[in-house]
């Protein structure tokens, strides 16, 4: 039994029994809070002696520039933003997250594959397909999700300025301005997250509690996980 | 994982015509479709050209990776597949809608054959194009490797970094990695032409037999597919796709 397992055939010509590290997940849609709960577990786990790496959506180094100007002037096509975010993800599994988790890392990742399958769900991608696309990917030791209903979430949003054209989906539009089309596409978000959660067993806080108390939770919860699996012994 | 998540689950619906021709380098495949799309052109129909990794915005990234080496089997897989389907969503598509013939110079076979060759699991690449069309007409331009090899290697290339496959370390001499990329490449295109119904086309024969022969291909193809506006051809010459 390898310390980590993929979802599907894994990663062309590489071997994952060599990875010492650990893989931690926090997901949950977009102004929930996962910025702040994953600053509070780094420095929770670096005082504790665990060497700490983080990675996030489109920071690749391969992609996140063409995913950038691509999002300025919206002229790529719906499916191959798909692909585009997969191209991104992929480099970073490769690049960032497999080298920190081969070095004995705790590797944090502010979203992995299920936002990415979740927007591309609401977008119109087969459920099957993109998660087949996905299937490269490896299972994490513990999924963290940030939950909270839509409506909850517009005044957080808010409070940090104003909408933004992505994060209301407003390239597929879902709404006659940001808002409702904020409303209805994070709705949708937060809906197919609900689903990926119990299909992949996330482990699931609410996010309209105490911040304090989230991280609490969070901190102590994933201490756990890294306890249960001591470096580099095999799951 | 439900049996449809695999390419070749979506026919062309359209009123076009997508006829595509793959090959490795130095198979004439190019030199045929340009020969085609001529006399496609001069007949009166409408024609347009689409070619592997060319869409816009996706060029620079795959451009920057190849320059930088920054590119895996896996992402260049993905990469291509990205580039790929925004050409489908926003050349090959809608032209078939409008009834035009589409001619690709590579189609998702390339994947299947080169990314495999890298070491890519053939499932997973033929999923990843499941959202791909079916073509009207493929064909496969079957060429012994050392003729291919001489035409390309004859004209002294200076032979690019993943072109001649040295990120699968199969050689430090880039001739050398190109000859064993391109039979690994060839060996899967052999097994593509079963498995997809691929025509082949005898690719040592003289060009204007090989031209003739792929014109035959495609005529049957060509009934009531509209003509050009403002060409007038079709209409004067019904007799001649009948």
């Known amino acids: 039994m390898k310390r980590f397992e993929s979802y599907g055939q894994g990663i062309p010509g590489l071997e994952l029994g060599d990875l010492t590290g650990w893989l931690i997940v926090i997901e949950g849609p977009d102004g929930v809070g996962r910025t702040t709960h994953v600053n509070r577990l780094r420095a929770h786990l670096e005082q504790l002696g665990y060497a700490v790496a983080e990675t996030g959506l489109t920071r690749s180094d391969l992609a996140s520039r063409g995913i950038r100007r691509a999002k300025q002037g919206n002229t790529l096509g719906t499916n191959a933003f798909n692909l585009f975010y997969a191209t991104d993800f992929a480099d970073r599994i490769e690049q960032q997250i497999v080298p920190a988790l081969r070095a004995g890392f705790v590797m944090i990742t502010d979203r992995y594959i299920y936002s990415l399958i979740a927007r591309a769900i609401v977008r119109g991608a087969d459920p099957d397909w993109i998660k087949q696309v996905y299937s490269f990917a490896m299972l994490p030791d513990a999924v963290y999700y940030l939950h909270i209903e839509p409506q909850q979430l517009v005044p957080r949003v808010l409070a940090e300025g104003p909408f933004d054209y992505w994060e209301s989906g407003m390239d597929v539009p879902m709404g006659e301005d940001l808002y409702d089309s904020f409303v209805n596409y994070q709705g949708r978000i937060i809906r197919e997250l609900d689903g990926l959660a119990r299909e992949y067993g996330f482990q699931t806080l609410d996010a309209t509690r105490d911040e304090d108390d989230i991280s609490d939770e969070l901190c102590a919860s994933v201490t756990r996980v890294l306890m249960k699996k001591p470096a580099g012994a095999t799951a | ?242």
Request: aromatic share 10%; glycine share 6%.
């Open chain 2, 1 to 242: 994982m439900s049996a449809l998540t695999t390419y070749g689950q979506r026919p062309n619906a359209y009123p076009g015509k997508l006829f595509i021709v793959e090959g490795i380098d130095g198979s004439g495949k190019s030199t045929q479709l340009a020969l085609l799309t001529q006399w496609l052109r001069s007949e009166g129909y409408l024609v347009t050209f689409s070619e592997w990794n060319s869409s816009s915005v996706v060029k620079a990234t795959t451009s920057r990776g190849k320059k930088r080496q920054l590119l895996t089997p896996l992402t260049f897989s993905l990469i291509h597949a990205t580039d790929f389907s925004d050409r489908l969503e926003q050349q090959i598509v809608p032209a078939l809608k409008a009834g035009a013939i589409v001619l690709a110079d590579r189609y998702v076979y390339t994947a299947f054959a080169r990314d495999v060759a890298r070491g890519v699991d053939g499932g997973w690449v033929r999923s990843l194009y499941r959202f791909a069309v079916l073509p009207t007409l493929a064909v496969y331009f079957r060429v012994p490797l050392d003729i291919a090899l001489h035409r390309i290697l004859s004209a002294r290339p200076k032979l690019k970094y993943y072109e001649a496959g040295m990120d699968l370390r199969l050689s430090t001499d880039a001739t050398e990695s190109y000859k064993l990329f391109q039979a690994r490449i060839q060996r899967e295109y052999e097994g593509l032409v079963p498995e997809y119904n691929l025509a082949t086309m005898d690719a040592t024969l003289p060009v204007e037999v090989q031209q003739r022969a792929l014109r035959e291909l495609v005529r049957p193809h060509l009934r009531g597919v509209a003509a050009a506006p403002g060409t007038g051809l079709l209409e004067d010459d019904e007799e001649r796709t009948a």
